[in-house]
DNA sequence: CGTACTACCGTGATCGGTGACGGTCACGCA
DNA sequence: TGCGTGACCGTCACCGATCACGGTAGTACG
């Protein structure tokens, strides 16, 4: 029993194009009748029904959001997605885009659920997070045409891009802080490998080690895999090493909260014995007693940067798109301090 | 360029509303026409547009997810959250029902945007979690007659109903977790009283104490609001009391994990001093350390609940719909032990 | 042989909008 | 007066599907 447009016309006494002008802001149609028009509306409670809508604009408003909130296999949660979903989703309530979020599941018929849903609801656009962009189901999604963004991985294509912070800089600001403290055995935990942003983190460090002149022992490069259990081996790895570093670099706050622990484990403290810097600075990192200090990404500014990357890659056929770095910020809590001094 | 029904009816030399029946799975198309038609349309990779079946089915698959990340305010995140989310993900994943995410901000014109998108987008339900359940638009929402299933909050109405974890008998397991180690000076720290599942969670304490013959001594009821400072802060007054409590029952997590900081901000120890369990399980709660005792909720049986309570309510036009009230498990982990010897 | 019934399929209306196109009318100007 | 112009609005053909209805052919049956 909903009210239509066709009612609205004639309750207000003009054809269903005059309203459906009238309603869309559309210049040729008198101020008088587009009031009238927009009273009788208001007054009926009349909103255009977007599938009728969608259907003959050839555009439904609406993006799709591929949201994973573990990378393969699912060992545990990635509590940064949350924060991303929350900046993307406070974006795009500013756009006039919907969100329909969709399950990187397989249909029945064999066709991936990604591009059918996609094309089956006409979606404009489509957002990725938390999936692996080597999915054959991502690059048939990406070559599929349709604009595509990602948030903190990595997809290309002609109307595909993606939106990151800046890990390269960000590792390098963590690795300036603890040489500003007087570290000099610097140790890292990565991510996996397969992941940019376990590789631009691990890039970072690198550069800064040399920038600083510091070397890097074998066995300083632990590599992890994002989850905290990682975290914790690897960082018992490096207790374990001849020389043992004075501070830990972990490229992400999970990894980094692993560490801490192995570290009080050891019966050592942060940071009297080793400093820790995490990345990501997610909700645990402001919780954990001491504070991790650690890289942060600005979640909100990510999702605005995601949504004028898509809007813009949507709104220009042939717009080349470019990714967008955003830089990462150093926020400093308790879990670094000066290099203890030798005895 | 999509192909259509058309097409496929072209290339398999019949109708379209053939091509419609075939592939709806309708009995009235012989076997052979049928499978010439599947074999066209998977040739053609054909798959129908969904905002034309909608307009038509006057049902468009898909549900409204109302999805807040903080209660009215936003002073911090709720984490659970994020789990109830994916709990509910994976249940519709099964269902073919679509997930749209709806963001609770006013429309422009005035009438509220949960009411507005529904309607819009011909949206079969709506989930709603995170809100308040007394905000008008939340009201509007159910009074508007369209399905709603409720996620820990108490949303009821002709064809609304929620499904939550039993924050009673939760609650009350906790306590006796807590007499059985021994304690008797017991004290909880609440969330906000307006939302059921702090109401109820106290109610299950004072049950809990009222059967071990246990009283609550003036102070031992410290009302908080779910975020981790209140924790902080109501651990603190109970700390001044004449009494201080030997354990402590917070009704979420991340306030029972403000309680433990504050305890060690005193200098005492978890469990050694004061005991303390939480509520929720929230991933938070397994790398705190001492690893947090708490009361689980299983959130993908709730996503499953809400699930089937949303498409019976959807499915049965006149279904009443019963609250779905799923019991909570005791996690037993490292905050919680023995009462500590009187002195 | 005529009729009834079943199985299968096509026709045309419809869902609720939008947009191309064309028509009307008032006005300005030669 | 005649004509061009622009502002405003209605008509009609879609968009891509579904569904009610009707038609046809083949079979069974009296």
Redesign the interface.
Same mark, same amino acid.
């Given at each position: 029993m909903?009210v239509d447009i066709r009612e609205v016309a004639r309750r207000s006494g003009v054809s269903m194009a005059t309203v459906s002008r009238a309603l869309n802001g559309r210049p040729d149609v008198s101020d008088v009748t587009r009031s009238r028009i927009e009273e009788v509306a208001?007054e009926l409670?009349y909103?255009?029904?977007?599938?009728?809508r969608?259907?003959v604009r050839r555009r439904?408003d609406?993006v799709g959001?591929i949201?994973e909130?573990a990378y393969i296999g699912s060992k545990?949660?990635q509590?940064f997605?949350?924060?991303l979903l929350?900046g993307l989703?406070?974006a795009?309530?500013d756009t006039g885009y919907?969100?329909?979020?969709?399950?990187p %599941?397989t249909a029945a018929?064999g066709?991936n659920a990604f591009v059918?849903?996609a094309? %089956?609801?006409?979606l404009d656009g489509v957002v990725l997070m938390g999936v692996n962009e080597h999915l054959p189901a991502v690059e048939a999604l990406i070559s599929s045409g349709r604009p595509c963004v990602g948030l903190d991985l990595q997809v290309t294509g002609p109307r595909a891009s993606y939106v990151t912070s800046n890990n390269v800089t960000g590792a390098e600001a963590a690795i300036h802080h603890l040489v500003a403290l007087g570290h000099e055995r610097i140790a890292t935990v990565t991510g996996n490998m397969p992941l940019i942003a376990a590789v631009d983190r691990l890039a970072g460090y690198r550069n800064a080690m040399a920038e600083a002149g510091l070397d890097i022992p074998e066995g300083y490069e632990q590599e992890g895999d994002f989850f905290?259990e990682s975290g914790h081996e690897s960082m018992q790895a490096l207790l374990a090493l001849d020389n043992p570093p004075t501070a830990v670099f972990a490229g992400g706050d999970?990894m980094a909260?692993g560490a801490m622990?192995a570290i009080?484990d050891a019966g050592l403290t942060v940071p009297g014995d080793i400093s820790v810097v995490g990345y990501d600075d997610i909700?645990?990192a402001a919780?954990?007693?001491p504070g991790l200090t650690t890289i942060s990404q600005d979640y909100l500014a990510i999702g605005q940067a995601a949504v004028r990357l898509l809007t813009q890659i949507m709104d220009d056929e042939d717009h080349e798109p470019q990714p967008q770095v955003l830089p990462g910020r150093l926020i400093v809590r308790a879990s670094t301090g000066p290099v203890r001094p030798a005895t």
């Amino acid at each position: 029993m909903r009210v239509d447009i066709r009612e609205v016309a004639r309750r207000s006494g003009v054809s269903m194009a005059t309203v459906s002008r009238a309603l869309n802001g559309r210049p040729d149609v008198s101020d008088v009748t587009r009031s009238r028009i927009e009273e009788v509306a208001r007054e009926l409670g009349y909103t255009a029904n977007q599938q009728a809508r969608a259907l003959v604009r050839r555009r439904s408003d609406m993006v799709g959001l591929i949201w994973e909130t573990a990378y393969i296999g699912s060992k545990g949660r990635q509590p940064f997605l949350q924060d991303l979903l929350v900046g993307l989703k406070m974006a795009l309530a500013d756009t006039g885009y919907h969100l329909m979020l969709l399950s990187p %599941q397989t249909a029945a018929n064999g066709v991936n659920a990604f591009v059918q849903a996609a094309m %089956q609801h006409g979606l404009d656009g489509v957002v990725l997070m938390g999936v692996n962009e080597h999915l054959p189901a991502v690059e048939a999604l990406i070559s599929s045409g349709r604009p595509c963004v990602g948030l903190d991985l990595q997809v290309t294509g002609p109307r595909a891009s993606y939106v990151t912070s800046n890990n390269v800089t960000g590792a390098e600001a963590a690795i300036h802080h603890l040489v500003a403290l007087g570290h000099e055995r610097i140790a890292t935990v990565t991510g996996n490998m397969p992941l940019i942003a376990a590789v631009d983190r691990l890039a970072g460090y690198r550069n800064a080690m040399a920038e600083a002149g510091l070397d890097i022992p074998e066995g300083y490069e632990q590599e992890g895999d994002f989850f905290i259990e990682s975290g914790h081996e690897s960082m018992q790895a490096l207790l374990a090493l001849d020389n043992p570093p004075t501070a830990v670099f972990a490229g992400g706050d999970t990894m980094a909260i692993g560490a801490m622990q192995a570290i009080a484990d050891a019966g050592l403290t942060v940071p009297g014995d080793i400093s820790v810097v995490g990345y990501d600075d997610i909700d645990h990192a402001a919780i954990v007693r001491p504070g991790l200090t650690t890289i942060s990404q600005d979640y909100l500014a990510i999702g605005q940067a995601a949504v004028r990357l898509l809007t813009q890659i949507m709104d220009d056929e042939d717009h080349e798109p470019q990714p967008q770095v955003l830089p990462g910020r150093l926020i400093v809590r308790a879990s670094t301090g000066p290099v203890r001094p030798a005895t």
